[in-house]
């Protein structure tokens, strides 16, 4: 049997996976691949560094070069995350004739079009099945699976580390601050969580996955977002009441040929698929015109799951796969957009809005005043007593009928500025039936 030869550069969490599937599980994957893959050389920092893995003598290296000059290793996994060095070193193997697998969504987030642009002009190829969803195969299943389909809905739950929180908020009544520090604890969130729970990681991911389904050419930052840092334990509460949960969805619609694109913190209907999902699982929700709905559930984190997306991009650009998907999809190329992005502010949707008032008479006259105002209607009320909040105000929620986000966030800004006010307002979007195919 033939083999190949690739190699790893950085062996954190992810990479020791890799390296354990490829040198303990040689066998299977020979079976799938038809020849057997050889890990040749893994590049490290530090190579005296104590590993929970016995590698091969000769395979770990803190010489790049090694890798660069070994016309046999054709196909490499830089896996040391963050912008830089890692663009220079993919730019630097793609240009030694290496082809590239990737799980770093930031990257290609940020630099996709200059390195997949590098690639094609090259003759390389570029694979990043664990860049999304971590060990959920939604990028094959998009670019390949579907193909026959317009796709007219992704809906996802793409961090997990934002859905650990809401969970633990939702199941044992954690306040924020107490449910980041037990993820931080778990190793589901870093030191610094702020792009998890802004909404930018789930961002980041959203933009890859427009591109590939809809063929948007959206930057990630101009994609509307918002984070779950701003909710409290009394947000989760009115939800569970009023029969939904809350859930960070990352939203891409075609209505019209044009986009509907946002990142944000969405209630979600009880007991239904998306609203099931919890702990540090993601969850992509497809509608094709062909095929209908469909749903990925998966860990979209960890070592493993991660490591199983690396693999198989492994086993896909050794045996020739990804090169040919990656020649046909023309993926981040000159080309013009196929298609724009819609105006947030007229995209459709129901709402929750919470407000801190002062409880006397005429409040919710003003209330109900400047959201008629701004052509907003109000579907239902839920005023519990003082205290509800941990502060002296009375909370005010309100559940509106149909409208658009525009309207919508002209009539809080405007009830934001009343003196009968005392806190800044919560506003979510509410996913339900009414709601999803408009």
Not at 195 to 217: N, P
Not at 313 to 341: K, N, P, Q, Y
Not at 364 to 372: P, R, V
Not at 379 to 388: D, F, K, L, N
Request: charged share 20%; net charge negative; aromatic share 4%.
């Amino acid at each position: 049997m033939d083999t190949t030869k690739v190699a790893l550069v950085g062996m954190g969490t992810v990479g020791t996976g890799v390296a354990r599937l490829l040198c303990e599980e040689g066998d299977r994957l020979a079976h799938h691949a038809g020849r057997r893959i050889e890990l040749a050389k893994v590049v490290v920092s530090d190579t005296s560094k104590g590993r929970d893995i016995r590698l091969p003598k000769g395979v770990l290296t803190d010489d790049l070069d090694e890798v660069v000059a070994d016309p046999e290793i054709t196909t490499v996994a830089p896996l040391i995350g963050g912008l830089e060095p890692e663009r220079t070193i993919v730019l630097s193997l793609l240009g030694h004739g290496k082809n590239i697998v990737t799980a770093n969504k930031a990257l290609l987030a940020e630099y996709g079009p200059e390195l997949f642009d590098r690639a094609r002009e090259l003759g390389r190829s570029i694979a990043f099945e664990a860049a999304v969803a971590g060990g959920v195969p939604i990028i094959a299943n998009i670019s390949q699976c579907l193909s026959a389909n317009q796709i007219m809905s992704l809906q996802g739950i793409l961090n997990g580390t934002s859905n650990f929180i809401l969970s633990q908020m939702e199941s044992v009544g954690a306040a924020y601050a107490d449910a980041v520090a037990e993820a931080q604890r778990l190793g589901y969130a870093e030191a610094d969580p702020a792009m998890d729970v802004d909404g930018s990681d789930a961002a980041q991911k959203l933009g890859i996955l427009a591109h590939l389904a809809f063929g948007a050419r959206v930057h990630w930052r101009d994609i509307p977002r918002v984070g779950i840092d701003k909710l409290e334990l009394a947000d989760i509460q009115f939800a569970d009441e009023l029969g939904y949960r809350i859930r960070l969805l990352a939203v891409a619609r075609l209505v019209d040929n044009e986009l509907e694109l946002h990142v944000s913190p969405t209630l979600v209907r009880a007991n239904t698929p998306l609203a099931d999902v919890s702990g540090a699982f993601n969850a992509v929700s497809v509608e094709g015109d062909a095929v209908g709905p469909l749903l990925f559930h998966g860990l979209g984190a960890g070592q493993m799951p991660t490591a199983s997306a690396v693999v198989a991009d492994l086993i896909d650009t050794v045996v020739g796969r990804t090169a040919i998907t990656f020649r046909t999809l023309e993926l981040w190329s000159r080309r013009e957009a196929m298609v724009d992005a819609r105006d947030f502010d007229q995209v459709p949707g129901r709402f929750y809005m919470r407000f801190a008032v002062q409880d006397h008479p005429g409040v919710m006259s003003e209330i109900t005043g400047a959201l008629g105002r701004n052509g907003v209607s109000i579907a239902s009320i839920i005023q519990h007593e003082s205290g509800r909040l941990g502060r002296d105000e009375v909370p005010l929620v309100l559940m509106t009928h149909q409208t658009t986000e525009g309207a919508a966030a002209r009539a809080v800004r405007e009830i934001d500025r009343l003196a009968s006010v005392s806190a800044p307002s919560v506003r979510m979007r509410v996913h339900d039936a009414a709601v999803a195919g408009k």
